[in-house]
């Protein structure tokens, strides 16, 4: 009864370093999603997928990239770390649609960037 | 375009005491509306939705929120909270593919 599923939990980059996040949900879920959570800032969508092969940027998409080969997997990628990018990421997943969006998270991946 | 605004960024109350977390809403569509709550150093956990039908609805641990279209408010509700409360909460609307998510308000609850 994993559910949504992120590695690692913690990491700390230096300034312009790669690095990818790795997400996996078993629910069988068409969406995916992230975001990531800054203090007092809520929760902002960065990507978001509906289906394998299928991306959109969300609200804060500069700095990251995805992809969705598989139903399970949703990695985010950073490039070129920046301080700008040390944040909490989560990972989720709904079955999708109207009604639908219910979404399950993971625990989350803290990263640094200094 | 869908949003949500947290009137309250914390809410601190003594254990047994009644709370209420506020929340309005924009959306010029049927509006599907959560709460999620957040324990430290955890992931956002469903609380509860409203998604039609009975304006009043119940989530886990005791909570409740109220769907008022004329005021645009999905206010959430504990008659008496416990210490294990402390978390942060989140108000969140329905954006098509994605939920929007307020900036979260902060419960403290002390004895």
């Known amino acids: 009864n994993a559910g949504v599923t992120q590695t690692p939990k913690f990491r700390i980059l230096k300034i312009g370093q790669s690095m990818t996040l790795q997400c996996a949900q078993d629910?069988?879920?068409?969406?995916m999603y992230w975001y990531r959570q800054d203090p007092g800032m809520g929760l902002k969508l960065i990507y978001y997928s509906v289906g394998a092969g299928i991306t959109d940027k969300g609200e804060v998409p500069n700095g990251y990239n995805v992809s969705r080969s598989t139903t399970e997997d949703f990695p985010l990628r950073l490039e070129l770390a920046a301080p700008s990018q040390t944040s909490v990421y989560f990972c989720?997943?709904?079955?999708?649609?109207?009604?639908?969006?219910?979404?399950?998270f993971g625990q989350g991946t803290r990263l640094t960037v200094v | 375009a869908q949003s949500v605004t947290q009137l309250d960024s914390q809410v601190p109350v003594f254990e047994e005491a009644p709370v209420e977390l506020r929340c309005n809403y924009s959306s010029s569509v049927s509006v599907y509306l959560f709460w999620y709550v957040q324990y430290p150093n955890q992931g956002l956990q469903l609380l509860l939705k409203?998604?039609?039908?009975?304006?009043l609805v119940k989530g886990i641990n005791g909570f409740e929120a109220e769907f008022n279209k004329s005021q645009t408010s999905f206010h959430l509700r504990k008659p008496s909270v416990h210490i294990s409360d402390t978390a942060e909460y989140f108000c969140?609307?329905?954006?098509?593919?994605?939920?929007?998510f307020g900036k979260g308000t902060t419960l403290s609850v002390s004895s």
């Open positions: 969140a609307v329905e954006a098509g593919t994605a939920l929007i």
């Open positions: 409203y998604l039609s039908g009975s304006t």
């Open positions: 989720a997943s709904s079955l999708g649609g109207q009604a639908n969006t219910e979404a399950f």
């Open positions: 629910m069988n879920h068409n969406y």
